[in-house]
């Protein structure tokens, strides 16, 4: 089945500056890669996702980047504020095949 | 609000107990999907149901068991409970096989606490 390993596992980081968080998958078939925010105590929220046959894709301060030869995939922030600090899950998929396998998620956190 | 209706939203329950949790995916949704997120750690996928279907199993224990009726909502059966069943239990749903549309919308969860 499909592994998917998310690093770091918490980051902090100013207001202002960039967040970079990583994921890997393991299986090639996977080629539906979302990210997700969760915020305490509440569910995951997809903010952005990205499919196989697109390197890149951005929406405002969030983009995603996806290097299928190596297998891996990123979520970049830019500008970040306080009310980005959650936890993010990335994710691997098979286009409605089956189930998500998600990341052990990053704890972000934004600096005032 | 995602579409996706779980119930009930808080649940406690005695060890040995069996507790039913109920989800109600977005209209025209076909897959449901079940995952455990114990505390502070990520989301373990416990099952998935397409169109009344079993389509794939996580990590469930024998313990725990699920159906998808007819009407396309789903319930998640938890028995012979332990402590450390003790977890929030989320639900969530997308169009399914063969559709682009693969978002995952997720419901607000339900949180179990076995005492």
């Known amino acids: 089945g499909e592994n998917v390993e998310q690093h770091p596992s918490t980051l902090s980081v100013q207001e202002g500056d960039s967040a970079v968080i990583k994921c890997t998958y393991s299986d090639s078939a996977s080629n539906y890669f979302p990210w997700y925010k969760q915020e305490l105590g509440k569910r995951p929220q997809l903010i952005i996702d990205?499919?196989?046959?697109?390197g890149e894709k951005k929406d405002q301060r969030i983009a995603v980047t996806l290097n299928k030869t190596a297998k891996h995939f990123s979520l970049h922030i830019t500008e970040t504020q306080p009310e980005d600090s959650a936890v993010y899950f990335c994710?691997?998929?098979?286009?409605?095949?089956?189930?998500?396998?998600f990341g052990s998620g990053t704890r972000l956190q934004v600096q005032p | 609000d995602s579409g996706v209706t779980q119930t009930p939203k808080h649940l406690i329950t005695a060890t040995g107990q069996r507790v039913t949790l109920r989800c109600s995916p977005r209209s025209g949704d076909l897959s449901v999907y079940w995952y455990q997120q114990s505390l502070d750690q990520g989301l373990q996928f416990l099952i998935q149901y397409y169109n009344g279907e079993e389509r794939a199993k996580g990590n469930i224990l024998e313990r725990f068991s699920a159906q998808q009726f007819p009407d396309l909502h789903s319930e998640l059966n938890l028995s012979s409970l332990e402590l450390g069943d003790s977890a929030l239990y989320f639900c969530?749903?997308?169009?399914?096989?063969?559709?682009?549309?693969?978002?995952?919308?997720f419901g607000q969860g339900t949180r179990l606490t076995v005492v």
């Open positions: 969530a749903s997308s169009v399914g096989r063969g559709s682009l549309n693969t978002e995952a919308f």
């Open positions: 994710a691997a998929g098979d286009t409605g095949r089956r189930a998500l396998t």
């Open positions: 990205i499919r196989s046959n697109v």
